[in-house]
């Protein structure tokens, strides 16, 4: 006879779970997946097809031969969000056993490590793109120019509006080189697969609160955080930093404040926690794009968030249901 679990009233009951949301997710993804396909063509469907079918055979094979768990969990969407979300942070033309090494430190390491789904204190796929960005710099640092849809190891290369951007902080005059605004915001500039096409980006973000997966709080204060501080740089010295709009649709920012940050399990439970979670996460951005060893910082601003995240849920409570405020 199966236990039953009593609990004191009042009782709320929703119909979220855990396959509704990350299978909603993905369904936001898809605008921005098909225009990286639209753009980057054949390497964006390998690199994107061999990241899902590597972090759901890795989760597979570790929770029945290592973890000895016999329920099935990749049906639950889970490990194929997180295979969605490292093959959109990668290059469109990084080789496949690249891809596999990565995907097994994002569920093995990232995830099952900690046991699974809901454990695990930080991004998963990021944890797998931070790993191949220290491992194989060279191959996670040469980018795909858009337009070359049949072409794949032999893609041809060219620089993003991040090192650019990066140059003309160290004193180049290159700032003439970016890309326009629109041209960033449409997706024609090299970079990863998920991080060209900021209107896509948007899309799936309205997606996501029109169906209430998140809220607003964090992608909003990250992403004001950026253009504020972006802004003030620019009015200081319009010859060594890009405009805010340029540094708004440039690099991996959209992609990671929209679908990165917002994960639930590594991002804190109570809206102002989430609001200093997304501030931070943007000045540390900000701060590392422009000072730091590598042009792009949004991945290594979530992953050191993410280990605050506990201290911010321990000090930044939501106010219990039913709580009747003490009296002075």
Not at 183 to 202: H, P, Q, R, Y
Not at 228 to 240: E, F, Q, S
Not at 278 to 284: D, H, K, P, Q, R
Request: proline residues 5%; glycine residues 10%; aromatic residues 10%.
């Amino acid at each position: 006879m199966g236990k039953l679990i009593v609990s004191l009233s009042p009782h709320a009951h929703g119909n979220d779970s855990v396959e509704k949301n990350m299978y909603g997710v993905i369904i936001a993804l898809l605008p921005a997946l098909l225009t990286s396909f639209w753009f980057f063509g054949i390497g964006s469907v390998i690199v994107c097809a061999a990241s899902v079918i590597a972090c759901v055979l890795f989760e597979w094979a570790i929770t029945k031969y290592i973890l000895g768990i016999q329920r099935c969990t990749v049906c639950d969407g889970s490990a194929a969000l997180t295979g969605l979300l490292l093959g959109m942070n990668l290059p469109s033309n990084l080789p496949i056993w690249m891809i596999v090494i990565g995907a097994l430190v994002a569920i093995g390491v990232g995830k099952m490590t900690f046991g699974g789904l809901g454990q695990n204190p930080f991004n998963p796929a990021l944890v797998g793109r931070c790993f191949l960005l220290v491992s194989f710099p060279t191959a996670m640092t040469t980018w795909p120019v858009p337009g070359q849809l049949t072409a794949y190891a032999d893609a041809q290369t060219g620089a993003t509006p991040l090192s650019i951007m990066q140059r003309a902080i160290k004193g180049e005059d290159v700032l003439d080189q970016l890309p326009s605004s629109l041209d960033m915001f449409l997706g024609n500039s090299a970079g990863t697969i998920g991080e060209v096409c900021a209107l896509a980006l948007l899309a799936g973000l309205a997606f996501m609160l029109w169906k209430k997966i998140i809220t607003w709080h964090i992608p909003v204060s990250i992403l004001g955080t950026v253009f504020v501080l972006a802004g003030l740089l620019w009015l200081v010295d319009d010859a060594r930093y890009a405009d805010p709009f340029q540094v708004l649709f440039s690099g991996g920012l959209m992609l990671g404040a929209i679908f990165m940050a917002t994960d639930y399990v590594t991002s804190p439970m109570c809206h102002k926690g989430q609001l200093i979670y997304g501030v931070a996460i943007g000045v540390l951005t900000v701060v590392i794009r422009n000072w730091g060893a590598y042009p792009e910082g949004m991945s290594f601003a979530i992953l050191i968030m993410n280990a605050f995240t506990p201290l911010i849920n321990m000090y930044i409570k939501p106010k219990r249901f039913g709580e009747v405020p003490a009296k002075k």
